[in-house]
């Protein structure tokens, strides 16, 4: 006698009840919908660090990396919405990254593990953006004030309060539009980077130039690592699942044409802001190329109406940031605390995201304020985040659903991805870490300075 079927735990019926997925992660969008929260979950003012990146790696070396972290990212999210297309046709619709794998692999602990990372990269990037944001206002209020007397952690609770507002839009598809501003600020404040870059280079004005790498073997090798570290934190999401979820069923095919949309406006933000930034300034690149064209001391050298709109289109884009990456957030507080039988503004649902929405942004504004030497964390996320999640896991859980045979190529490619990115994410991974523990004398809490 046969044992009878098991329940499928990941099966569409279950969503029914599920107050994470009829709530937050609601199926309403089209492809180009997808395609802007791709666009605003990767291309954001992280992009102006490339040209700090390519210092550890040199002209050749930085255009090999930047090429191939875009080609293999983009070959691992393909394969991924292959996958969860390939499930939602078995009856299996997944909506997020932690039981796709989980469903995928047959382990629970990986449930676990890839919950801990995304809520850490979720949750860092929402501390960044406040902090960033504070310091665009920060930069605004300091060129018309001079001698003003409001600190960084002003501003930082300035900006927090606005993504309280801000926060309590309800779903992820309540942000397509905020998402295409988003792609349309990306595109602005990039070509007036590269313009003043460019105008720059080209004037009598322009800074010496040196491309020199560090002058010791172990530090070139380090920055190096650094560098690759920033680049993966740069190109990766973590949180293609929950995109895919917003898609209308069926979702097939569709994710590709997101991210043909997505990676569009890539090719022409990453490669002009790395190319540009990095030509004028060499290895004096700092870690925001507007702090180059806004040196503490002597002129801008940059109309100031110029870095005014930049800084501007910046600020604005960091609210969408902020908002995309709090949505895995948003959606485990809902599942656990919302009423699926009551309406999503229903006073029962209503209330207890108002309140848990806010102690979330009141949470990453305290971290934000205390701790505004965040970004020299970015390449420790890259490495212990986005480097698992996107250059790693896609690639198994490819080759676990496929199945392809052991002499295809595409078990091998996807093989030999995986070796290499772990072994890049394990060095990457001790080089950001000793850069964190060289500046460590720099660091102090509540300060109005931020680490380069």
């Given amino acids: 006698m046969t044992d009878p079927p098991r329940p499928d735990p990941f099966s569409v019926t279950r969503l029914d009840s ?52 875009g080609l293999v990212t983009f070959y691992a999210y393909y394969l991924m919405s292959k996958v969860l297309d390939h499930c939602e046709k078995s ?67 300035m900006v927090t309060a606005v993504m309280m507002v801000l926060s309590q839009l309800p779903s992820f598809h309540s942000l397509r539009h905020i998402n295409f501003a988003s792609l349309i600020l990306s595109l602005g404040y990039t070509f007036l980077v590269v313009g003043a870059c460019i105008n720059l280079g080209l004037s009598k004005n322009a800074p010496k130039r040196d ?103 910046v600020l604005l884009q960091l609210f969408a940031i902020g908002l995309v990456y709090s949505q895995v957030a948003y959606e485990i507080m809902e599942k656990k605390s919302a009423d699926t039988t009551k309406g999503i503004f229903s006073r029962r649902n209503l209330v207890p995201r108002l309140i848990l929405r806010t102690l979330y942004m009141a949470f990453c504004g305290f971290m934000a304020a205390m701790l505004p030497f965040f970004g020299d964390i970015n390449a420790v996320v890259g490495a212990f985040g986005f480097i698992p999640l996107d250059f790693v896991l896609p690639m198994l859980l490819y080759n676990m659903t496929y199945k392809p045979t052991k002499r295809s190529f595409t078990y091998w490619i996807n093989m030999t991805i995986m070796v290499v990115f772990t072994c890049t994410g394990l060095m990457g991974a001790f080089s950001s870490i000793r850069k964190l523990v060289l500046d460590a004398n720099k660091f102090k809490l509540f300060s109005s300075e931020v680490v380069d």
């Fill in 18 to 69: 599920d107050a994470g997925a009829l709530f937050v992660l609601q199926s309403k969008g089209e492809w180009w919908h997808a395609g802007f929260h791709l666009t605003t979950a990767i291309v954001g003012p992280t992009i102006l660090t490339l040209p700090y990146a390519f210092r550890g790696l040199g002209w050749w070396l930085g255009f090999v990396c930047l090429t191939t972290m």
């Fill in 91 to 157: 009856g299996r619709r997944h909506i997020r990254f932690r039981e796709l794998a989980a469903d995928v692999l047959g382990s629970g602990w990986m449930f676990y593990v890839v919950i801990f990372i995304q809520t850490a990269i979720n949750t860092g990037i929402g501390i960044g953006a406040i902090l960033l944001a504070g310091q665009c206002l920060d930069i605004m209020y300091s060129s018309l004030y001079p001698q003003g007397t409001l600190k960084l952690y002003e501003f930082i609770a």
């Fill in 211 to 313: 491309y020199s790498l560090e002058h010791s073997d172990s530090g070139k090798v380090f920055s190096a690592f650094t560098s690759i570290s920033i680049i993966a934190a740069i190109f990766g999401n973590g949180i293609l699942p929950e995109i895919q979820a917003t898609l209308a069923p069926p979702a097939t095919g569709k994710m590709l044409k997101g991210l043909l949309l997505c990676y569009s406006v890539i090719f022409f933000t990453f490669y002009s802001a790395a190319i540009s930034g990095y030509w004028v300034f060499g290895n004096n690149s700092s870690s925001n190329i507007l702090k180059n064209l806004m040196p503490d001391e002597g002129p801008t050298l940059a109309p100031i109406v110029v870095i005014g709109l930049a800084v501007i289109f």
